[in-house]
């Protein structure tokens, strides 16, 4: 993976984040430091599956196209440091670091991404301010874009296939069953309702607009 800094740089300008918001005691400095491998695993991964032009380059050497990171593009470095919260959340015994890199990514990006939601291996948003992603199964390749929501309702919580995109201020709550390469609509609210494969989705539940989509 190619990044706009130097590597041993970004350890260095998360480690400044965190001390500016919160105390960073030493003993977290060496989880960041152990983690950050992992970190960047995943995100190549992830990257390496999308198709979003800004997540990779040409080299200079041969023309060869790579994975590319750039920390202070906000929607890289959102996901980023839910990464990094998740793997610190779910491999260390540093949960309190874990709760300090959701707080600030919702400080810097907008965006509600707790570590223990478990997202999938490739996913993705774009001006994600103001969305909210808890409590579903997630299928991959989802993408959001900003204000969007999922989550339960009454402890029940949706199931999202794979290739989903929520457009801006939608939402997904309850009881849902999202199939795959569906688009739910700008504004649109799908409750407690079923939504087949190839699906377009407009209006509010429970008075849903479903079309199929015609790209597929």
Aim: contains cysteine; hydrophobic residues 40%; neutral net charge.
């Amino acid at each position: 993976m190619i990044t706009s800094i130097p590597v041993e740089k970004i350890v260095l300008l998360l480690e400044k984040q965190l001390n500016s918001n919160f105390t960073l005691v030493d003993a977290e400095k060496t989880i960041l430091e152990h983690s950050f491998s992992k970190v960047m695993e995943k995100l190549e991964y992830c990257f390496l599956h999308t198709d979003n032009k800004y997540y990779s380059c040409m080299t200079d050497v041969g023309g060869v196209k790579k994975t590319y990171f750039n920390p202070f593009h906000s929607c890289q470095y959102t996901i980023f440091l839910y990464y990094y919260a998740r793997i610190i959340a779910m491999q260390t015994e540093g949960r309190l670091l874990a709760d300090k890199l959701y707080y600030l990514n919702k400080m810097m990006n907008g965006v509600d991404l707790y570590h223990q939601i478990e997202l999938p291996a490739v996913w993705g948003c774009e001006h994600p301010m103001g969305s909210i992603m808890g409590r579903a199964t997630f299928g991959e390749y989802f993408f959001f874009y900003q204000g969007c929501t999922v989550g339960g309702d009454h402890n029940t919580y949706p199931v999202i296939g794979h290739h989903v995109r929520l457009f801006a201020n939608s939402t997904v709550l309850g009881e849902s069953h999202i199939g795959n390469n569906v688009w739910i609509g700008a504004g649109a609210l799908v409750k407690n309702t079923d939504i087949p494969d190839n699906s377009l989705v407009f209006g509010q539940s429970p008075n849903l607009i479903i079309k199929q989509r015609k790209d597929i």
